[in-house]
Each structure stands twice: as C-alpha cells, then as structure tokens.
C-alpha cells in the first residue's frame, strides 16, 4: 500500500520560513508527479506547488517566488520551502502523487502550517 507521510510543519511568524517534507514508500516514486496542496478552514483544497516527473514546476499565483517545491527521487522525498509566510498561508498542507498516464492518485494525511504572531 502506497503511504506518503508528510513533517515539517507548525507554528511560525509571519515573515518566517518552514520547509515541508514528504516521504513515498511503496511507490515507484520517480514516474509521479509530486504536488503540495493545501486546504484553509471553511475552504477547498488548492493547488500550491507542483513538479513533473521530469522536473517541471509550477506554482499557485499566490505563492510565487515566496515557495520552492523540489524532488529527490532517490530517496523518495518531495519538500516544499516555504518562504515569507504570511497569515493566509495557514492551513492544512497535503502531498499528493499523480500518475499522469494512468488512474493513480495518491493523498498524504496533512500537516498543519500555522502562520501567526
């Protein structure tokens, strides 16, 4: 069973800077592509940050140049740095795996990123 399994979120200033981390097991990990969303009470999930299996990214209008999503497809991890975090940044961020040739799409459980003085 596919688990993906999500750290490095918590509590932090507005200003300041988290580095999200995600890791993939039972997964070929290398033909995904990788994405960061995130879910704000009392709103939808949104797209934050993605990257292709070939490395490609791209990014929610709101976070560009603020956020930096990587791969290691060696050791199976996906990051997210966060950068200038503001207030609206708070939420709960979740990896998620996409197979794009193909009907597999896989969920972390969350990590809560609170932006807050």
């Known amino acids: 069973q596919v688990q993906l399994v999500e750290s490095g979120g918590g509590l932090v200033q507005p200003g300041g800077s988290l580095r999200l981390s995600c890791a993939g097991s039972?997964?070929?990990?290398?033909?995904?592509?990788m994405g960061w969303y995130r879910q704000a009470p009392g709103k939808q999930r949104e797209l934050v940050a993605k990257?292709?299996?070939?490395?490609?990214?791209n990014y929610a209008d709101s976070v560009k140049g603020r956020f930096t999503i990587s791969r290691d497809n060696a050791k199976k991890t996906v990051s997210l740095q966060m950068n200038s975090l503001k207030t609206d940044d708070t939420a709960v961020y979740y990896c998620?795996?996409?197979?794009?040739?193909?009907?597999?799409?896989?969920w972390g459980q969350g990590t809560q990123v609170t932006v807050s003085s």
């Open positions: 998620n795996a996409e197979y794009q040739l193909g009907p597999y799409n896989y």
């Open positions: 039972r997964i070929t990990f290398s033909i995904y592509a």
């Open positions: 990257i292709t299996s070939d490395g490609r990214t």
